[in-house]
């Protein structure tokens, strides 16, 4: 039996896997839930099929090589290695390391992150390196390293979520994207503090139900300015903690004159809450912060995606911040503020170099002194190093143009079906000279490249994963890979070798390891103190853990820095920052027009690329439907079950209708785990944040239209 985790979202539940006689019909391993902090036993509907993707008869089992009929035809690994060190050998003499560009994924072990971005930057000598947790993460990032100096998704233990008297979630679903998780709100709603912010009244808003909270119900991309009305009534009433303020932070009095426009009556127009919802909400919240200052129930304030992904995500969660820095939260044990990491290795993954302006540890890869540390863990001058690259939606749209990438090599991603404006992103993709993707499937995005290299999944390999909370975890393998699947460190020191690398490049996790302990020593997310021999024993290691830190493997005790922020923030003066934001609101729709809203189902995950290859989870959702409200329906003349055409100038999307008052009368709902004609992301736009160039995913203006089907 191996205890390992499970390979889809950040909550890395605790799983055991026991492998099984290969008898027909049979799963290669058995896997069940077990008895891990997050989960406590239980697992999804995703978790729990997870195995029958170990074996599946679509499992990529050897190098696909692009002919000339445009067919795929399979390769030796010395041929397709080869043939990916002459491509980029000869694209990098003919224009520079810069027409080389590298694509890498939050679902990667910290093992592949770290080697992938050295492996960018030593072996290809590029600085075109970034990765999909920049559709994911990097608003909350930014938004917490401005006020706090430091990012990591929960700065507390989720366990500490147990004991809560209230809690306000914002832009999450966790009742459909991990179930698990609701465990941890039991006490929050026992006590009646559970408050879901959502423009849906989505699986968690739900939650809210007798009288264990309630659901605050916006207009979509609104989430700012209702948390500026929150915010704007802790002042009007004296209710903010100014001892806690005047001690531990910066920039009160600017903050103050920022929320003086936002009383509730104006903040009601603009979002849809009624403002009597608005004052109530943030009385109850001041009042639970109150008493959980005084030894009572903490108060905690957790953000998601809905929120974040918006062009301007970085303000609304530092508005979420400042709202939490007002109550007196973050750093104490009454509660505080965290974001809720999505992808597997999302926290970890965005640690170690995979993001184009930053080196292992959350270095600065402009910083001097951090670009020397790194260079001599890598055994390089620092000017070998590049300087810093492009955020991801730029480094897509640049790919095939006279000045951008020539060959792109993708890791753990689909940006066909997870990137904004998706038919921009299949036309850049287009005019590459080579595209590589690893992968263990023929992902939407496989299916374009020149060449597929067949990767190892997740019960087949060692590595680690740093999961929402900050705590390192083991990744352990169960059974033998297919015969020509190979392991993306592995094909990494192949490739270094064959382009003549400096520096060292391991195939094996755990040597990889120690050099990532290295390479993060002293800084910011420091792995220093880590052993890979207390990780295998169970021992709960929470980063920062510098070298010299005691850990104990026993069950109860956590190791590192299980909380942060209780002696100070991260920054020079160990105080946080509030950061007065501005909301813009965005030109008025056309009457014709509704929002659209964009996320995830229970049933799959991320592009789908997994999932949708699992019978009972596509037997449960097969095809996209579209949530509309029945009276939005009446006016377009759309009835149950229809087939709607979803357009706007960017593209168009077909799905079917679902009606539903769960849904807002101006506003639809689309998942984007969907190929071809259902792929939500054809309409979403790639205009992005200014300081975290995250996309605005999660808010577009389309039109309906239904479609006349034969009967």
Not at 83 to 106: N, P, Q, T, W, Y
Not at 218 to 246: F, K, N, Q, R
Not at 269 to 292: K, M
Not at 417 to 436: E, G, K, Y
Request: hydrophobic share 40%.
């Amino acid at each position: 039996m191996t205890d390992t985790h499970c390979p889809y979202c950040a909550l890395q539940c605790g799983i055991t896997l026991e492998s099984n006689q290969q008898d027909h019909g049979t799963e290669p391993v058995s896997l069940r839930g077990r008895d891990f902090e997050t989960n406590g036993g239980a697992l999804c509907r995703k978790g729990y099929s997870a195995a029958t993707l170990l074996d599946h008869p679509e499992r990529l089992q050897s190098p696909l090589l692009r002919q000339p009929d445009g067919s795929f035809a399979p390769v030796s690994w010395e041929h397709a290695l080869d043939l990916v060190a002459e491509k980029a050998l000869g694209i990098r003499a003919e224009s520079g390391a810069d027409a080389l560009a590298v694509f890498g994924s939050g679902s990667l072990t910290n093992e592949k992150a770290y080697q992938l971005g050295k492996f960018a930057r030593l072996a290809l000598g590029t600085s075109r390196i970034d990765y999909n947790g920049r559709f994911c993460m990097s608003s909350a990032a930014a938004g917490t390293n401005r006020a706090f100096g430091l990012d990591r998704g929960l700065p507390f233990p989720l366990a500490d979520l147990d004991s809560a008297g209230m809690i306000l979630m914002l832009g999450s679903n966790v009742a459909d994207t991990m179930p698990p998780f609701v465990r941890h709100l039991a006490g929050a709603r026992e006590n009646g503090g559970l408050i879901v912010v959502d423009p849906r009244r989505s699986a968690t808003a739900k939650l809210c139900a007798d009288n264990a909270g309630w659901h605050l119900q916006p207009t979509p991309a609104t989430d700012l300015p209702l948390l500026l009305g929150l915010a704007h009534v802790l002042m009007a009433e004296s209710l903010a903690d100014t001892s806690y303020l005047a001690a531990r932070t910066n920039g009160f009095d600017s903050l103050k004159a920022s929320l003086a426009s936002w009383w509730p009556e104006r903040t009601a127009q603009v979002t849809g809450v009624p403002a009597e919802q608005i004052r109530h909400t943030a009385r109850a919240l001041a009042q639970a912060a109150s008493e959980a200052k005084a030894g009572g129930k903490p108060v905690y304030i957790l953000t998601g995606r809905g929120i974040e992904q918006h062009s301007n995500g970085t303000d609304t969660v530092t508005a979420a911040i400042n709202l939490a820095l007002l109550l007196g939260l973050p750093g104490t044990l009454a509660g505080g503020y965290g974001t809720i990491t999505g992808q597997g290795n999302g926290q970890g993954g965005r640690e170690h170099g995979q993001k184009c302006d930053q080196l292992p540890g959350y270095r600065k890869i402009t910083d001097p002194e951090h670009r020397a540390h790194v260079a001599r863990v890598w055994g390089v001058d620092p000017e070998t190093i590049p300087g810093p690259g492009l955020p991801a939606v730029e480094l897509l749209d640049a790919l095939g143009t006279p000045t951008g990438p020539r060959m792109l090599m993708v890791h753990g991603a689909n940006p066909v079906i997870s990137a904004p404006d998706a038919s921009r992103v299949i036309h850049a993709l287009s005019r590459l000279d080579f595209l590589v993707v690893c992968d263990f499937f023929l992902s939407e995005t496989a299916a374009q490249a020149d060449l597929v290299l067949p990767v190892l999944q997740w019960a087949e390999e060692e590595g680690s994963m740093t999961n929402l909370e900050g705590r390192i975890l083991r990744r352990r393998a169960a059974l033998a890979a297919p015969e020509h699947a190979r392991g993306e460190l592995w094909i990494l020191a192949q490739l270094a070798q064959r382009l003549d690398a400096p520096g060292h490049f391991s195939p094996d996790a755990r040597e990889v390891f120690e050099e990532l302990k290295l390479a993060s020593a002293g800084g910011l997310a420091d792995y220093s103190g880590v052993r890979w021999d207390d990780l295998d024993a169970g021992a709960a290691i929470y980063w920062p853990c510098p070298a010299g830190t005691e850990v104990k493997a026993e069950r109860g005790i956590r190791n590192g820095t299980p909380r942060l922020f209780l002696n100070g923030f991260a920054h020079a003066d160990r105080r946080a920052v509030l950061v007065p934001v501005a909301f813009q609101p965005e030109p008025r729709m056309s009457k014709s027009a509704v929002s659209l809203v964009t996320g995830r189902l229970l049933e799959h995950y991320q592009s789908g690329a997994q999932t949708r290859r699992v019978p009972e989870l596509v037997q449960a959702a097969p095809e996209p439907l579209l949530e509309i409200h029945p009276a939005t329906a009446l006016a377009h003349r759309i009835v149950q079950g229809q087939k709607v055409v979803i357009s706007n100038e960017r593209g168009e999307v077909t799905a079917r209708a679902r009606l539903t008052v769960d849904a807002r009368l101006d506003t639809v709902f689309l998942p984007f785990h969907y190929p071809d004609s259902g792929t939500a992301n054809l309409l979403t736009e790639a205009k992005v944040d200014p300081r975290s160039k995250m996309p605005e995913f999660k808010h577009a203006h389309v039109s309906l239209s239904a479609v006349k089907e034969e009967q």
